[in-house]
C-alpha cells in the first residue's frame, strides 16, 4: 500500500523528512473553470496534484479544467490526481469527473466514494473513521462492490457522543480538547475491535458520554487491514497527524 501525506505549500518540508510521497493541496477551482495554484515552490516535483473544490463556482468548461489540471501533471511530474471534493455531487462536477477519467491516462486519479459512480478507472475513497458498524466489514463490502480499487482516506476519529446517540453523531474534538478531557477525566481506555479505534466514557451533568478516538497504534491497524483487503493506498491529512507522526509511519 502506497502511503500519502496531503500537505499545503506550508507544511511540505516538515511532512518530507518522513519520505512518504505528498499529496499536494495547492490547487481549486476558479471563475472560467481555471485551474489556480497557491505558492508553490519551483523545484516541487513528483507525488500528487491535490484540488478542491471549495466556494467553487460551476465548471462550466470541464474540457478546459482536465487540460488545465494534465499541463500541471506534465509540467511537475505528478503521478496522480487527487480530488478533495467536498461539496455534494453536482452535475457540473460529475461531468468533469467522468471526463477526467477518461484523459487521465497513466495518472491515478483518487476521488470521494460518493463521486465514484459512472467512473471507470478512478479510485475511491473509503474513510477509515467509522463510529459504527465493523470497520472490517466495512472495508471487505467496499472492495467486493469495486473490486480491489480502492484507497482509504484515514481520517483520524476524535468524537465525543452524548448516550444515546441514534443519529450517531457525535462532536468533534480538537486534539486539544481531547488532551483536556483525558487529564480531566483520567479514564480507562479500552480497545474496539469493531471500530478498530480507542474509547473511554465519563458522566458530566448527569450525561453519559462516549468518546472515539484514533492512535498511531489504532492508525496502523486500519492499514493493516486495508493491505490485507487489497487498498491500494491511504491519504493522511499532515496536520491531522503530525503530533503521532514518528510512531505512526514506521513499517506497518
Same mark, same amino acid.
Given at each position: ?62 474540457? /478546459? ?79 467486493? *462492490? ?29 486534539? /486539544? ?6 487529564? *480531566? ?56 497527524? *503530525? ?6 509511519? *514506521?513499517?506497518?
Amino acid at each position: 500500500m502506497q502511503v500519502y501525506l496531503a500537505v499545503t505549500p506550508g507544511q511540505a518540508q516538515a511532512a518530507a523528512k518522513y519520505r512518504r510521497p505528498l499529496a499536494h493541496v495547492a490547487y481549486r477551482i476558479g471563475e472560467g473553470s481555471v485551474l489556480l495554484r497557491q505558492n508553490l515552490l519551483l523545484q516541487t516535483q513528483g507525488g500528487l496534484l491535490s484540488v478542491s473544490d471549495r466556494k467553487a463556482p460551476v465548471i462550466d468548461d470541464p474540457e /478546459a479544467l482536465c487540460a488545465a489540471v494534465l499541463r500541471e501533471c506534465g509540467r511537475r511530474n505528478y503521478q496522480g490526481i487527487l480530488l478533495d471534493f467536498e461539496e455534494p455531487p453536482r452535475p457540473d462536477r460529475q461531468t468533469f469527473i467522468r471526463r477526467l477519467d477518461e484523459v487521465a491516462g497513466r495518472r491515478a486519479l483518487y476521488l470521494p466514494e460518493r463521486y465514484a459512480e459512472g467512473t471507470k478507472n478512478a479510485v475511491p475513497l473509503i474513510c477509515a473513521a467509522v463510529s459504527g458498524g465493523n470497520f472490517t466489514e466495512r472495508l471487505r463490502e467496499a472492495a467486493g *462492490q469495486r473490486g480491489g480499487r480502492l484507497a482509504l482516506d484515514m481520517e483520524r476519529l476524535r468524537m465525543d457522543f452524548r448516550l444515546p446517540a441514534p443519529t450517531g453523531q457525535g462532536e468533534p474534538l480538537s486534539a /486539544a480538547a481531547l488532551s483536556r478531557l483525558m487529564e *480531566q477525566e483520567a479514564p480507562a481506555v479500552f480497545f474496539s475491535q469493531d471500530l478498530c479505534a480507542r474509547y473511554f466514557t465519563y458522566t458530566r451533568d448527569g450525561e453519559c458520554h462516549f468518546v472515539l478516538f484514533d492512535d498511531a497504534e489504532t492508525l496502523r491497524q486500519k492499514l493493516r487491514t486495508g493491505t490485507a483487503l487489497g487498498f491500494s493506498a491511504a491519504f493522511f491529512m499532515w496536520p491531522e497527524v *503530525q503530533d503521532i507522526a514518528d510512531g505512526l509511519f *514506521q513499517p506497518f
